[in-house]
């Protein structure tokens, strides 16, 4: 069986200590595991319960395979002979996102049996000087949900546009993505607030803290949405600026204007304060929000855009 800190050393910083032997949790989609193995064996995760209709994409060697459902508490994929980087990112489960971030997701303990050797494929702090992650910050587009599906209700955040940036700039990603999020209070979810999730994983489970160069930032749409007035909208995006600042020292920062055009004018004038913030400006991308969220290709659109940016 893998360690507590050694679990921790092939999980993404969405995934936190809770405590001595009591594992990991994230709270949010696109959580995922990343490692290499360079012999034929298999990999096991071990829940602490049952997460009802639980989905997880493995990609192989930067390739999505199909969906694997989980039923009961442990999820195994096979690994293959020779040498193959895995990622395991969680899809979905049955819950809302607010129960989803009041009682997360954990998971007890990992093993590995094969032939060969596992190894962490994500770097460490020391490693993060020169292979710093990517982050990205915002509500459900951001986090891959509801992409797919006959009424757009399946979450695919192992290709949504933060992961399919990340792989091209071969970076290891850093998404803090809640679905109905927003910096006001019109934002239809209020849990978590857009700046506690910065900080925390949950009520009391900080958040790890990792070294990035570059954020992006996607916020606005559901405030608008849902009718925050543009003096709401101002003071809101002014604290949160205020609080990424904070979050992430030394980084640069790229903020999104809703993908409907809305805020654009308050967007360019709070950024302007500061010398670390570009505003990069969405409408003319025609990325549709409404009936349903952005589908894969639309988020491919995305990912090509912002990669010539970045």
């Known amino acids: 069986m893998m360690r507590e800190h050694e679990l921790l050393s092939i999980a993404s910083p969405e995934w936190s200590a809770i405590g001595d032997e009591d594992g990991i949790r994230c709270s949010q989609y696109g959580a995922y595991f990343a490692f290499s193995s360079d012999g034929a064996g298999q990999f096991s995760l071990f829940f602490d319960a049952d997460y009802p209709e639980m989905t997880w994409t493995l990609t192989i060697d930067g390739e999505n395979q199909a969906p694997l459902s989980v039923n009961g508490r442990e999820l195994t994929v096979m690994l293959l002979a020779g040498k193959h980087d895995y990622h395991l990112t969680l899809d979905q489960w049955a819950t809302g996102q607010v129960a989803f971030w009041q009682s997360g997701l954990t998971v007890k303990k990992a093993a590995f049996t094969g032939a060969g050797e596992l190894t962490a494929t994500l770097p460490t702090s020391a490693e993060q000087e020169v292979r710093p992650y990517l982050t990205f910050v915002g509500d459900s587009i951001v986090a891959g949900e509801a992409m797919t599906g006959a009424a757009h209700d399946r979450h695919r955040p192992s290709q949504s546009f933060p992961a399919i940036v990340a792989r091209e700039k071969g970076l290891p990603l850093n998404r803090i993505a809640y679905g109905g999020t927003g910096l006001t209070a019109a934002a239809p979810f209020q ?120």
């Not at 980084?251 to 004018?265: E, R």
């Open 191 to 310: 849990e978590p607030k857009a700046i506690d999730a910065l900080w925390r994983v949950g009520e009391n489970i900080a958040r790890r803290r990792v070294r990035t160069k570059q954020v992006v930032v996607a916020y606005g749409l559901n405030d608008g949405h849902y009718g925050a007035s543009e003096e709401d909208f101002a003071f809101g995006l002014r604290v949160y600026l205020l609080e990424l600042v904070k979050r992430f020292h030394q980084a640069h920062f790229y903020v999104l204007t809703p993908w409907n055009g809305q805020f654009t004018d308050i967007f360019k004038a709070e950024a302007a304060r500061f010398d670390c913030f570009t505003v990069i400006e969405t409408t003319d991308w025609q990325i549709p929000t409404r009936p349903h969220h952005p589908g894969l290709a639309d988020h491919e659109r995305i990912a090509e855009k912002l990669i010539q940016i970045l």
